[in-house]
T-cell receptor, first 113, second 113 residues
Framework: ETGVTQSPTHLIKTRGQQVTLRCSSQSGHNTVSWYQQALGQGPQFIFQYYREEENGRGNFPPRFSGLQFPNYSSELNVNALELDDSALYLC????????????FGSGTRLTVV | DQQVKQNSPSLSVQEGRISILNCDYTNSMFDYFLWYKKYPAEGPTFLISISSIKDKNEDGRFTVFLNKSAKHLSLHIVPSQPGDSAVYFCAAHGSSNTGKLIFGQGTTLQVKP
């Protein structure tokens, strides 16, 4: 049974650019959530996808968007990058929309310069 | 507003002694609480959880206590081991139809040999 894998592990982007982060869910999981973890803070919920539909969103602007594919892998897209978007982005998967038994990936470290 | 707070950024204990990590919350609608452990360059891993209808849950060396009237929970690790050195996050789940978790800021535990 494979866990949650995220790519890339590190990324450097310039302010104003767009970025796509990828996540492969754990086998058998149909729900994926994305979290942003700024330095020295706990993870903050961005949004959740269940069966390819967004079914929950945190306090993040629309330039943060996502996709979930039929194989339950997922993407996080961020447009018009700002310096404050620099953070660790964590993907977590589980089975069931309201199941909080998440398995987290190791994250993508995004640096915006 | 920070609904889940871990007021101690760090804690240092001697190997073999008890580690007590604390967490406070403000939202009385939270129905489930979890503790995650995070090593550098890894994602958070689930440690132990407790439902709001209970006041204690134990798993090996780890025990979580919940005081609903005080909106406070704590994680006890006995005996502490050097391998327990990590960042510990408290998280809460609200009564929503998503698995959204609200995390505290984390406490860095150092267990000295």
């Amino acid at each position: 049974e494979t866990g949650v894998t995220q790519s890339p592990t590190h990324l450097i982007k310039t302010r104003g650019q767009q970025v796509t982060l990828r996540c492969s869910s754990q086998s058998g999981h149909n729900t994926v959530s994305w979290y942003q973890q700024a330095l020295g803070q706990g993870p903050q919920f961005i949004f959740q996808y269940y069966r390819e539909e967004e079914n929950g969103r945190g306090n993040f602007p629309p330039r943060f968007s996502g996709l979930q594919f039929p194989n339950y892998s997922s993407e996080l897209n961020v447009n018009a990058l700002e310096l404050d978007d620099s953070a660790l982005y964590l993907c977590a998967s589980t089975q069931g929309a309201s199941n909080y038994g998440y398995t987290f990936g190791s994250g993508t470290r995004l640096t915006v310069v | 507003d920070q609904q889940v707070k871990q007021n101690s950024p760090s804690l240092s204990v001697q190997e073999g002694r008890i580690s007590i990590l604390n967490c406070d919350y403000t939202n009385s609608m939270f129905d489930y609480f979890l503790w995650y452990k995070k090593y550098p360059a890894e994602g958070p891993t689930f440690l132990i959880s407790i439902s709001s209808i209970k006041d204690k849950n134990e798993d090996g060396r780890f025990t979580v206590f919940l005081n609903k009237s005080a909106k406070h929970l704590s994680l006890h690790i006995v005996p502490s081991q050097p391998g327990d050195s990590a960042v510990y996050f408290c998280a809460a789940h609200g009564s929503s139809n998503t698995g959204k978790l609200i995390f505290g800021q984390g406490t860095t535990l150092q267990v000295k040999p």
